[in-house]
């Protein structure tokens, strides 16, 4: 069975600062991959996703993850964090061939201090 | 697109009364998916559809749970009875056949006393 582990529950990180938030799979195969963020009281939002190709991909809001395939981990980077970048984020791993089920980790919640 | 649209978007009710929550995913999208959210246990997937057929409802927690999708525009969860500990924020997601992430609605924040 498919899981996702983000072991930060919590992360407080300065404005300006750069982030990294962890996220680790379990899967069999070469998984499908995304970040949502979700922001109080609202839906997820899709920041980027891997299907397959280059392994660093691009997202919105300047947000980037790479896959590692050897460490099983797609974590989530941005180089200046900005005070609006406060949110949860939750990595999700779905499977390859277009499969439907996507399986969230636990989210990481982020603090920015001004 | 307005995106996928959710309501109500808060419900209070009493427990032992029905509830129905109300989806209208992005059209276009063949699957829909039921989400519910706690801070016990996170994101849970309820069930989903392709083309409006369930495809897999083992994450209903039990019999008192029911959805429907009636046509590719409109689905139902209902809750009857409800329970306090349905109490939850419930989210509907779609997915369009080349676009594999799925896109979320607001959700509905559902609370039973």
């Known amino acids: 069975a498919q899981s996702v582990t983000q072991p930060d529950i919590h992360i407080t990180v300065s404005e300006g600062a750069s982030l990294e938030l962890r996220c680790n799979y379990s899967?069999?195969?070469?998984?499908?991959l995304f970040w949502y963020v979700q922001s109080p009281g609202q839906g997820l939002q899709l920041l980027l996703k891997y299907f397959s190709g280059d392994t660093l991909v691009q997202g919105i809001k300047g947000f980037e993850a790479e896959f590692k395939r050897s460490q099983s981990s797609f974590n989530l980077r941005k180089p200046s964090v900005h005070w609006s970048d406060a949110a949860e984020y939750f990595c999700a791993v779905g499977p390859t061939g277009g499969g439907n089920k996507l399986t969230f980790g636990t989210g990481t919640q982020l603090k920015v201090e001004l | 697109d307005a995106g996928v649209i959710q309501s109500p978007r808060h419900e209070v009710t009493e427990m032992g009364q029905e509830v129905t929550l109300r989806c209208k995913p992005i059209s276009g999208h063949n699957s829909l998916f039921w989400y519910r959210q706690t801070m016990m246990r996170g994101l849970e997937l309820l069930i989903y559809?392709?083309?409006?057929?369930?495809?897999?409802d083992s994450g209903m927690p039990e019999d008192r749970f029911s959805a429907k999708m009636p046509n590719a525009s409109f689905s139902t969860l209902k809750i009857q009875p409800s329970e306090p500990r349905d109490s939850a924020v419930y989210f509907c997601a779609s997915r369009g056949g080349q676009i594999y992430g799925y896109t979320f609605g607001s959700g509905t924040r559902l609370t039973v006393v």
């Open positions: 899967y069999g195969a070469t998984p499908y």
């Open positions: 559809f392709n083309n409006n057929v369930p495809i897999d």
